[in-house]
């Protein structure tokens, strides 16, 4: 009866969907893909954002009676409580005594032996940096090597409405950067996972069985707010649209994206810009235990304020990171070596300490970009903006 009565909450849910209006996200379909996992061995990729209504998707599944053997953690983990870069370790959930496995540390890629099938269900921000989609490309690979199948329980992209950025020269291929995408790729986790079945992105061009548990009632055209924050730093919606912008900070020797503080990636700043302007103190916090510039005070720019509509409209820009570059002292320390992971090369960097305006830049991006549109468009699950 338990079984029957948590059923049809989630059926009523899915249709009276209380995070984005008309919008049933792939864990919620559960009559969808609960048949697929009968009689199998399930490992599961999750982490806080897994969620079926109001419950995690890991007690979903195990009250339907659905034998889950594993929990692989990406970054920040199953609980999403770790730094971002903090290795997880591995160990056992305490609610439901299921092993949990850590896939953001010395091991990446899974060991699947005991296994049938693999869901990954983990919601995911819409830009190449954030790194939940560079683990499914080595889950995805595991699946592929170890013969294993793969279900994607998909959400939308909140950063889905567009695609842009300078696209990743794969010789700065990192964790943070694995293929030839541009900083936002427009793309929701089946859809990406799609692509690197179908163009053969994975090592030795192997291709996973793979199937898609789409969302109801999406497009890439639409708003939509997130339930649960994806990660510590990602604490709202403001964050998630400035975070392909502010991202590029991380990069950088002097300025801080506000980890540690109340507004992560809703500020920034540096003890090196004007004393008149904005200030803030990165401290020590749960998900950023040792921030960048910790205890120092910065003074830059306060973007919270901004409407989601502005910042909806307004998209990718490298104007905040123009705008730093103007204002450091020290130039030529200005970047760290990291900044090439993220933005993908040596070119931008580049063309920022040789002046380029942005309008310049972008010129520069073009080609590639219209070529990964075209790549893109054959594996979209969803109508486009375009």
Known sequence: MRKILLYISVYFLSIFNIHAANVTVGAERLDQYLPLLKGKAVGIVVNPTSMVGNTHLLDTLISLGVNVKAIFAPEHGFRGTADAGEHIKNGVDTKTNVAILSLYGDTKKPQLQDLDIVI???????????????????????????????????????????????????NYRSFIGMLPVPVVHG??????????????????????????IPCLNYNHKIFYSLPVKPSPNLPDMTAIYLYPSLCFFEGTNSVS??????????????????????????????????????????????????????????????????????????????????????????????????????????????????????????????????
Request: aromatic share 14%; with cysteine; net charge positive.
């Open 120 to 170: 990954f269900d983990i919601q995911d921000v819409g830009a190449r940096f954030y790194t939940y989609l560079n683990t499914l490309y080595y889950v995805m690979e595991a699946c592929a090597e170890q013969k294993k199948q793969l279900l994607i329980l998909d959400r939308p992209n909140p950063n889905g409405h567009y695609v842009d950025g300078p696209v990743l020269d794969t």
């Open 187 to 212: 793309m929701t986790a089946g859809e990406y996972a799609r692509m690197l079945n179908g163009e053969k992105w994975l090592s030795n061009k192997v291709q996973c069985a793979l199937t898609v």
């Open 257 to 386: 994206v506000g980890r540690g503080t109340e507004k992560p990636f809703q500020i920034y700043g540096s003890p090196e810009f004007p004393n008149n302007l904005f200030s803030f103190t990165p401290e020590s916090k749960p998900g950023a235990t040792k921030p960048f510039l910790q205890d120092q005070k910065c003074y830059g720019y306060d973007l919270s304020g901004i409407s989601l509509d502005s910042l909806r409209h307004q998209k990718f820009t490298l104007k905040y990171l123009l705008n730093a570059y103007k204002l450091s002292t020290d130039k030529k320390n200005f970047f760290s070596d990291f900044f090439y992971k993220l933005s993908g090369g040596k070119t931008l960097r580049t063309q920022i300490e040789k002046g380029y305006t942005e309008k310049q830049i972008r010129a520069t991006w073009q080609a590639k970009l219209a070529k990964f549109k075209t790549i893109r468009k054959k594996y979209l699950l969803y109508k486009d903006f375009q």
